[in-house]
Structures are given as structure tokens and as C-alpha cells.
């Protein structure tokens, strides 16, 4: 044997071949592992974030409890309607004011069947007329649609007057203030107008302040 043959043997000897059949393992057999202090036998419970509303999705949710509020407001309007009720006649006490260029009504439009108790108040330096027209179907839109309320109108001789029943006249001085009963007024629809009389005692301009609709109590 020479020198290179003993030396591998030697290093055969040093290092020998594993057997394989030796180092398979099968399924069925376990593999224990020596624990560590510093495993991990547990895997980490992820926290969960904590929720905090965001201030565009309160105002989001404000705006959305708000638009269901106005929307059951709107609701109750379109059902019971915005229209005040009636007042008692004797609560009425309305108030007609003239100024020679303006013919105004303050009062209720809905009162209740009966007597009421009427101011009428001249400011101007010439007479005027407070007529009181009881009217109703045609004639009372055909009269509307001619001089609507809230507006004036020159006249010329010859003009129509009202179709319908004149129920009270009022003629007052100049700088004047007179209070007078109405009625009993009966249910139905009124129209005030307040009227001036040229020289020669001919009508001239009317103004319209008020549509009075009066109700059975």
C-alpha cells in the first residue's frame, strides 16, 4: 500500500458514510423538539383598532337626521296645511288705514261667523269709501282676476262694479278715525275695497286690501 492509499483510508475511516436506511424517517413516526425558552408556543392576538367616528361622518349623520326631520315637518304641512285657523268674530277687530296712495288691511282673513268691530283710519286730506262685497263663484274669480287683492286701479265712468251683494259702506272725512260694526257677517267670501271720488262725487280709483273668507264657528 502506498502513501496515497493509506492516506484515504484514513480519511475514509475518519469520515464515514451514513447509512440510509438508517436516517429515514417514516410518517408515522414523531419528531420531538427540545422546547426553548424563547419559542413561541402561541401565536399573537392581533389587537383590533378602536373606532372613532370621524368628524365629516357626524356631520354626514346630523345632515341625514336633519333632512328627516324637515322632511316629516314637510309632511305635516302638505297634510294640516299652514293656513291659521279661524278667530272669533268679537277677536277680529280689524283695522283699515288710508294715506291718499295706499289703501291697507290688518287683520285676520278667517273669522268666524257674527259681528265684528271694525277701525277705519284716515290719514289723508280727501274723503274715501270703505266698501264690503259679499261674493262668490264666478263672479268672485271673474272680480279677482280684474283687481286682485293687494292691488289698485284707476276708474272711468262706465266701469262694472262688483257682481255681488254690497253689505256695508263706510265713508270717512279727512284725517279721521271711525270704529263701526260689521254685520253679523254669514259664512261666505268678502272683499274690502277702499274708494275715491272725483270732484264731481264719481268713483275714481279702488284699491283692494282684503279677501275675508268668513266660517261657520
Do not use: K
Not at 10 to 38: I, K
Not at 165 to 193: E, F, H, N
Not at 198 to 210: E, K, L, S
Amino acid at each position: 500500500m502506498n502513501d496515497a492509499e493509506r492516506i484515504y483510508a484514513l480519511y475514509v475511516q475518519a469520515n464515514p458514510v451514513p447509512d440510509p436506511g438508517l436516517l429515514a424517517a417514516t410518517r408515522d413516526e414523531p419528531v420531538l423538539l427540545e422546547r426553548s425558552e424563547d419559542m413561541i408556543t402561541h401565536e399573537p392576538v392581533e389587537s383590533q383598532p378602536v373606532f372613532r367616528p370621524r368628524r365629516r361622518n357626524v356631520l354626514v349623520a346630523a345632515g341625514a337626521f336633519a333632512a328627516v326631520v324637515v322632511a316629516g315637518l314637510v309632511t305635516v304641512l302638505l297634510v294640516t296645511g299652514d293656513e291659521p285657523g279661524p278667530v272669533a268674530a268679537a277677536d277680529a277687530q280689524p283695522e283699515i288705514v288710508f294715506d291718499g296712495t295706499t289703501c291697507t288691511y290688518d287683520g285676520p282673513t278667517r273669522i268666524e261667523e257674527g259681528t265684528i268691530e271694525l277701525t277705519a283710519i284716515n290719514s289723508s286730506d280727501e274723503y274715501f269709501t270703505i266698501a264690503l262685497w259679499r261674493m262668490e263663484g264666478d263672479a268672485l274669480e271673474a272680480e279677482l282676476l280684474r283687481t286682485p287683492v293687494g292691488t289698485d286701479m284707476a276708474l272711468a265712468p262706465g266701469d262694472p262694479i262688483p257682481d255681488g251683494s254690497l253689505i256695508s259702506t263706510l265713508r270717512l272725512a279727512q284725517d279721521a278715525t271711525q270704529t263701526t260694526s260689521l254685520g253679523p257677517l254669514l259664512a261666505g267670501s268678502y272683499l274690502v275695497d277702499c274708494v275715491t271720488q272725483a270732484p264731481n262725487g264719481i268713483d275714481d280709483h279702488v284699491w283692494r286690501p282684503a279677501r275675508i273668507e268668513v266660517v261657520a264657528p
